[in-house]
């Protein structure tokens, strides 16, 4: 099967054919909730059950990702930032871990020092920190120190240029909470804004360019992004420090054209994807 200069087949990246040359990380976006996936992928029709399987056994949708050529994966655990449950999800994730062999991000609630070290001592690489950095300054940065910048970064949800938090209200604006992680270490945030989060219209530029001039952090944008072209633009951030995108909603809508082909070949094989993986 050809699409464009492109041959196709059941072991093509999608990853790779959504836009070419495209020099910031895509970061496929897993949310969890009582062990199971909250989104499906929209395969076509008669796959629902494939997909729906897949969705009951999270690392069968790490491994898809990853199949697809993800360089990368972020999960949220929502039982922890929504339910304030941190443990709920322990063993699926670990799971998760076990399956891929590419870096995991984690978004939790990450109530203490003890429980950030769990996850960077069990498999994940990358965890991304929220209001234990106003608990425990001094905790995270002996956490800096121990694990690296590249492993402990900070998570800024914003609201009109303010902080939010899962547990507590804290008068703090964004780059506020930025230059507070940079006193501990912390060189990446992970930034989104509820005015954006889901909307597939896209994150707003002047939004990333302001925090990126004023923090002269490294940037990963969460959320958003609803197709081709604001990947495109999001490239042109580059000089401010984005280099990286999650992208969530988009992906399981298959809002990219070359995810069409692959849900295609998914229908041709999905006996023996059930047999063999789930």
Known sequence: MKLGNFVINHCTPILELLIPNIMILIIPSIDLEHGHCQRCIQGLPGTESLYSQISNHPYELARLWRR???????????DAMDEHNPTSNTDTILEMVKSVDIPIQLLSSFPTIEQCEFWLEHGV??????????????????????????????GIRSNQGKALFPDIEVDITDSELAELAKSAGITRMVYSDIAWEGSLKGP?????????????????VGGGVGGPKQLWDLQQLTSIGLDSVIVGRALYENRFPCQRIWRAIEA???????????
Do not use: C, Q, W
């Open 204 to 220: 707003d530029f002047t939004v990333l360019k302001n925090i990126g001039t004023l923090t002269n952090m490294r940037i990963t």
């Open 125 to 154: 690489y990358r965890i991304i920190l929220n209001e234990v950095l106003l608990s425990d300054l001094e905790g995270v940065k002996n956490l800096v120190k121990k694990y690296t910048p590249s492993r402990v970064v900070i």
């Open 68 to 78: 697809e050529n993800a360089k990368s994966l972020h999960i949220t655990d929502h």
């Open 268 to 278: 041709k094989l999905e006996p023996s994807i059930v047999a063999n993986e789930i």
